[in-house]
C-alpha cells in the first residue's frame, strides 16, 4: 500500500493538479514536492510505501539513467508520468520499456485522475490500452526508433530547435542535409511526447539546470 507520494512536476500547471488531486486522496501531509533529483533521492530513502509521480520533463532528456540511480537508492519505490495531453503516446512506449508503473494522460479530467491516483495507491501499473496492446502483441518492434533514449545528435538538435532555430539555420550549424535534420526532428518530438514548442524549451531548461547541479526553478 502506498501512503506517500513524491509529485516531481517542472510544469506548474501539471504540478498543481498533482498536488491537489493527490492531496485530497492521502492528505497533504503525505504528499512530498521535490524540486530537484537531489531532494527525491532524500525522500525515498528507507521507504517502502512510496511512489513518484513525473511530468515528462522532470528527468530531463535520458530518463533511464536518472531512474537507474533512483532505483538503485530504493528498490521499492514505484514510479508513474502524467501529462495534460493523450498525444504521448511514443513517450509512454518509452517509458513503458523502462519499467516504469504507468503513464496517466489527461489528467485535467479531474475525476479520471483521482481513481488513478486510487490505483497507485494500490500499485497497479497504469498505462493506456493501446500501449499496454502494442506491447502485448509486439507492436512496439516496429517503433523501436521513436521508443528509445534520446541520442546525442536529437539533444543536439532539441537544444537548438528550443532557442528557434529553423531547419535550415539547423542545417548550416551541423552540416546536415535537410532530410537529415526533418528526421532527427521527428524521431525527437515523438520521443519527448511533443505537443507545443514549450515542451523543449522546458526539457532544454531542465536539462541544464540538472548539468549545473541546480534546481527546477517553478
Known amino acids: 500500500m502506498i501512503n506517500k507520494i513524491v509529485v516531481a512536476c517542472c510544469d506548474v500547471e501539471i504540478q498543481n493538479i498533482v498536488k491537489e488531486t493527490v492531496s485530497s ?65 511514443y513517450f509512454a512506449m518509452r517509458i513503458h520499456q ?63 530547435l528550443s532557442k528557434g532555430y529553423c531547419a535550415k539555420e539547423i542545417c548550416y550549424r551541423t552540416g546536415f542535409k535537410p532530410g537529415t535534420v526533418s528526421r532527427y526532428t521527428k524521431r525527437l518530438k515523438r520521443k519527448i511526447g511533443f505537443y507545443k514548442p514549450g515542451d523543449l524549451e522546458l526539457l532544454c531548461k531542465r536539462y541544464f539546470n540538472q548539468s549545473a547541479g541546480g534546481e527546477n526553478d517553478n
Not at 525515498?44 to 532505483?71: M, P, Q, T
Not at 485522475?113 to 502494442?134: D, M, N, W, Y
Open 25 to 89: 486522496v492521502i492528505g497533504d501531509k503525505n504528499v512530498i514536492i521535490c524540486k530537484s533529483i537531489y531532494e527525491i533521492h532524500n525522500a525515498i530513502k528507507y521507504k517502502n510505501d512510496i511512489a513518484i509521480i513525473f511530468d515528462k520533463y522532470f528527468l530531463g532528456f535520458v530518463i533511464s539513467y536518472e531512474l537507474v540511480r533512483i532505483h538503485y537508492l530504493n528498490d521499492k519505490v514505484l514510479t508513474y508520468f502524467v501529462d495534460l495531453d493523450d498525444v504521448s503516446h
Open 98 to 160: 523502462l519499467g516504469v508503473e504507468g503513464f496517466i494522460p489527461n489528467i485535467e479530467n479531474k475525476e479520471y485522475f483521482k481513481k488513478s491516483v486510487l490505483q497507485i495507491q494500490s500499485g497497479k501499473k497504469l498505462f493506456p490500452a493501446s500501449v499496454t496492446r502494442s506491447f502485448d502483441e509486439d507492436d512496439y518492434l516496429l517503433d523501436r526508433e521513436f521508443i528509445s533514449e534520446i541520442t546525442a545528435t536529437e539533444m543536439e538538435i532539441a537544444l537548438y
